[in-house]
């Protein structure tokens, strides 16, 4: 516990808070630390949840891209062929918007 015994820094006294005087500041049970201190609180798992995000993405492109550098030939022309029919729905269906017809 606190005492409210002056102390001496430099030449002018310094007295200590106590307990009650402590608890007297934080009136309506959350002090001004306790604010900032939640509000750090609050921005660091925000934080966090967009470094795991972002983690996750990277390993996932990291694994895709180690596949493919170990696929045999066949396999790689598999995975071209693949793609250019993904851009090429990607392209019909741009195409279909701009001609005014429905798109998928």
Partial sequence: M???IP???GC???TRSTDQ???ANSVGGMGAWDRIRNAFRSEKREIDDIVGDATKRADAALDRRERELDASPAEKLAMEQQRTEEIDSEFDAVRK???GGPSK
Avoid: K, L
Wanted: aromatic share 6%; hydrophobic share 40%; net charge positive.
């Fill in 12 to 14: 002018r006294p310094v």
């Fill in 97 to 99: 918007r701009i001609e």
């Fill in 21 to 23: 005087q402590v608890a």
């Fill in 2 to 4: 606190a005492t409210n």
């Fill in 7 to 9: 102390t001496f820094r």
